[in-house]
Every structure is written in C-alpha cells, then in structure tokens.
C-alpha cells in the first residue's frame, strides 16, 4: 500500500482530467480517507463540457447548463483550482499554476508540486492565416460559443426581417460553416432545422430565403461514419437546400465577404469555424517528450515515454492503438477513446502506487453516430450502417448513456422528453454576451458605436 503521501496532478477539467480523478477518487478511497493521497485538478472552468450536445444546445434542445458537469459536485474528494497551468518542469515535479487571484493581485503564476502528473489538457482550435478569419469568424468548441453561435443565427434572422437594404439582408441569411467533421456537420444541420422551424414566426423570412454553405477541403465528409454514410449525409443535407462544396477551401473572409478556392463569393455575417484542432500550447511549455504534430508522445500504458511518474491521454495524447493490424497507428483523439483512456489511466497510477502491474489500453473502436437534425441521422456500429430515423435514436440512446452522472441523464431526458410534447423556443439572449451594458448606458456611459458594443445584440 502507499507508505508516504502521494500528491496527484491533473491538469486539465475535460473527458480525461474528470474521468480520471473522478476513478481515482473511487479506486484510493481508502488512501484518501487516510491522508496518504492528495489529489489536485487544475481546470480553467470549473465545469466539465459533454461536447457530443453542443448542436442540441445550440439548436435549443437542450439547456445550456445540462450540457455541463459542475466538477466540485462530481469531485467532492479533490481540490479543484480554477485556474490554467503555464508551464510544467517534470525534471524537479513543479507546474507553474495562474489563478484568477494571482492576476487580480498581479502576481507571477504560483508553483504547485507533485508526485504524479496527469497531462490531459485536451486541444484547441486549429486556424489557418485566413484573411478576416479572426475578426469574424465563430468557433464551436464550448458551450458559450454554442449559445452565442443559437443567439447570432436568430438575431440575423431579426435584421433580415427588419431591414429594406437587399445586400444585408441576402449577407444576414448567408450562413458559412468551414469543416465537414462531426462539429460541423452537426452544428450546421441542427441550426438548419431550427432556423428552418423559426422561420414560420417571422411575415417576411420563409426557410427558402436561408442560405447554408458547408466547406470542406477534402472529398468527403464525416469519415468516421465511412465513404457510404458519408455520400448519403451528402445526399441529405443538398436535398435541404445546403450547399455542400468538397474540395473547397475558404481563402478569406474579409470585409465580411467569405471567397472560396473555386472562386465562389458569399457576403455573410456569419462564418463559423470548426475545421479541425491541434495540441495545447501547454504542452510545448513543458519538458516532456513530443511527437511530430506536438501531442505528448506515450506508451500503451499511458505513461509519458521514457519518463516515469507522468502519464497522458485524450487529445493531448499520442497512445498507440495496439488493436490497429498496422503497426505505428495511434488511437484516434476522440471522445469514445478518452474516456476509457482515462478509466485505464487512473488503474495504472493506483497500481504504480501500490507497486502492482500496469494494465495496457486496448479498445477496438466500436463505431460512430451523428444527428442531422431532429429525427435524422447517419451511423456505422458494429460494421452496420443506419440512417434516418434509427440513426437519429441511437444517437440520442449511445450519449444520454454516456454524459456523466444521474443527474444530467435524468435532467437530459426530460428536456428530450418535454421538447416532444411542446413548441421550440426560438428566443434570442444576446444581451446574455454584455450584461451590463444597458445599465451602463443608463448610468452615464457611453452609448454603443459598435454592433459588438450593442447590448442586446450578440454580433
């Protein structure tokens, strides 16, 4: 058993920091009890984001808060930091940790200790130097994007309806998406549908006067779902008047006019940008060994190789499928294979604690499911392929058993269930992105002489 205290590092609040503290808590229990482990989470949010659900909340399925875990519920053995790790100096077990006290006092980042470090920070976005990109563009990877992605969409809608200028409103109904993976084309066909139902409220807005552009850089779309399932969600979204362009580029999105590779110009006020991710930045400030495309090189163990007392999985991880019949191939970074590297993860250290034999992660993949709406949808499990309808359920069935804790499945179900007996909502809370700003104006401040600085807007 551990003879000392052993103090545990987890940087990172995503599918592999809580899954992993979460097991941990489970499985040192009594060593937690007996003060001879000591367990730290460092997470720039204090809340846990079941990405799979992003399309639903942005398409007013779910509420935004059920898309959430709240990590000091579900972590209720570990000392949750809100905060983000700056560096990491495994050579003497030291990681530079910034708070929101340290930058309100203006101090330099505090230096937390360690026995034992978990790496997971997950990824971030992948951007290209694409004129006007970071000015206009929209990400969708977190929650708030999500909910200022739902609220932009129907405040275009708005301005579409209350302006006589045929230039903004044919830009307002002009709605870009850079990417044909999951998060595009979930988030792309959820919005579709919702805009499509919101439109029969507004006199002047029929779904026809909408136009959706999906681009993709490559042949096809959703790979994970195969070439077949692939042609078909194809097929699916051109026959709901989507634009679907492979093997198209966006080369600018200046002046709020997105140009494509083929030489096509769209003015939009919308381009949302879901093309890829890459590794955290985090992890070139660190001292462990990289691979190539900068993910932590790793073991099938999960341990940072050739490095001892450091481990990795998720996005940040390059862990090496040893299921794959190739040799050299790495586990996709996905959601199915991080929460069960993180289940694998939290063994091994509890068995390194105890001086036992480390377990080796090996999971075949098992398949793919994504929504394209209400009631459609496209999967490949199992080598079987389904479409429409069953595809849409099974979708619904496979995350509501995935997303963490009683709690929200019960929460998740209801609203799922509700959202059957009643009308969409299709109100906009913009003024949720500038809370204070019309107190401001009524205060004395400054009016608003941006769209950006408009209280109840969200563009």
Request: proline share 6%; glycine share 8%; charged share 25%.
């Amino acid at each position: 058993m551990v003879k000392e205290r052993a103090r545990i590092l987890v940087v990172g609040g995503g599918y592999v920091g809580m899954y992993t503290a979460l097991r941990l808590q489970r499985k040192l229990k009594g060593e937690l009890r007996r003060g001879e482990v000591d367990i730290t989470v460092v997470t720039p949010d204090p809340y846990m984001t079941y990405q799979p659900f992003l399309p639903e909340a942005a398409a007013g399925s779910i509420s935004p808060r059920h898309v959430v875990v709240p990590l000091r519920r579900v972590l209720d053995r570990c000392h949750v930091v809100i905060g983000e790790v700056t560096s990491v100096d495994h050579a003497v077990r030291t990681a530079a940790v910034s708070t929101l006290a340290t930058a309100e006092e203006g101090r330099p980042a505090e230096l937390l200790g360690y026995d034992e470090l978990v790496l997971a920070p997950g990824s971030i976005s992948r951007t290209l130097p694409v004129p006007g990109l970071a000015e206009h563009g929209i990400g969708f990877k977190t929650v708030e994007e999500a909910i200022g992605l739902r609220n932009h969409v129907i405040e275009q809608m708005d301005i579409a309806s209350s302006t006589r200028d045929p230039a903004i409103r044919d830009a307002a109904l002009t709605f870009v998406f850079v990417g044909g993976g999951y998060a595009g084309v979930e988030a792309l066909a959820e919005l579709e549908d919702m805009a499509r139902y919101t439109a029969r409220y507004y006199h002047n807005v029929r779904p026809e006067d909408l136009k959706w552009i999906l681009v993709e850089a490559s042949d096809r779309i959703l790979p994970e779902v195969g070439a077949e399932m692939g042609r078909y969600t194809v097929t699916q979204l051109r026959r709901r008047n989507i634009q679907v362009r492979l093997n198209t580029r966006l080369d600018s999105c200046a002046d709020r006019v997105a140009v494509l590779s083929d030489g096509q110009r769209f003015p939009t006020r919308t381009v949302v940008w879901t093309a890829g991710v890459k590794a955290h930045p985090l992890l070139a400030a660190t001292d462990l060994p990289l691979t190539e495309r900068g993910r932590l090189k790793c073991t099938a163990q999960l341990t940072v190789d050739g490095t001892e007392h450091a481990w990795g999985a998720g996005d940040a991880a390059a862990v090496p499928d040893v299921t794959a019949a190739e040799p050299g191939t790495e586990t996709a970074p996905n959601a199915q294979h991080a929460v069960r590297q993180a289940r694998v993860l939290a063994d091994n250290i509890a068995h390194a604690l105890r001086g036992e034999p480390l377990e080796t992660y090996a999971h075949a993949y098992v398949g793919s499911v994504a929504s394209l709406g209400l009631h459609k949808g496209v999967a490949q499990v199992y080598g079987r392929k389904l479409k429409g309808y069953p595809a849409w359920f099974m979708h619904r069935v496979y995350h509501l058993s995935r997303v963490p804790t009683f709690n929200r499945k019960a929460r998740v179900l209801a609203e799922w269930t509700l959202a059957g007996l009643f009308k969409r909502e299709i109100v906009s809370l913009g003024s949720l992105e500038h809370p204070r700003a019309e107190f401001e104006l009524a205060a004395g401040g400054k009016p608003p002489h941006s769209p950006s600085d408009d209280p109840k807007g969200s563009s």
